[in-house]
């Protein structure tokens, strides 16, 4: 099975700066897709920003970029501009092309400090 | 606005109580998920389905046990409820057209203490 390993359990911003989370993942197949979902807290996740491996542009999502690595299996969150409301629970998670099964990270709790 | 619905926010039950925890969802998703989310262990897989009245165990189904009669319900049931099930549920749904990223949209958990 993929893995997801993201080796920050907590990280800490202050607001307007920038940040970035890490993230890197096992696997054997070429196509797949990668995530960023947010989890603030008591409140649902949600999607920051994917990433389809065949592409080899960073995707870009207003103040959130990543930095995909394919050949080291790298997919790094970029906060920038760090806002209050950024704060929250961060996950990787990988997908493969063909399948419908997600694997997540454990997870990235972000403090924002005003 | 999509979205997916699970039923009870937050419940206490007591050991060895069956427990159902319903999710519904309105974006005619083939695939739904239920996963488990502890500290430290991110979310685990516990059963998924790409169809009415099918259903594939995940990477923890030990314990659970799912039904999916119509195709915008998905239920999580613990026939027989432990101390260690305590956690939040998510559930999770998503399209199936090979070759999109199949998003997962995620419902607002159900947080369950077992006593």
Known sequence: AQTVTQSQPEMSVQEAETVTLSCTYDTSESDYYLFWYKQPPSRQMILVIRQEAYKQQNATENRFSVNFQKAAKSFSLKISDSQLGDAAMYFCAYRGYNFNKFYFGSGTKLNVKP | ?115
């Open chain 2, 1 to 115: 606005d999509v979205k997916v619905t699970q039923s009870s926010r937050y419940l206490v039950k007591r050991t060895g109580e069956k427990v159902f925890l319903e999710c519904v969802q309105d974006m005619d998703h083939e695939n739904m998920f239920w996963y488990r989310q502890d500290p430290g262990l991110g979310l685990r897989l516990i059963y998924f389905s790409y169809d009415v009245k099918m259903k594939e165990k995940g990477d923890i189904p030990e314990g659970y046990s799912v039904s999916r009669e119509k195709k915008e319900r998905f239920s999580l049931i613990l026939e027989s409820a432990s101390t260690n099930q305590t956690s939040m549920y998510l559930c999770a749904s998503s399209g199936s057209d090979r070759g999109s990223s199949g998003e997962l949209f995620f419902g607002e958990g159900s947080r369950l203490t077992v006593l």
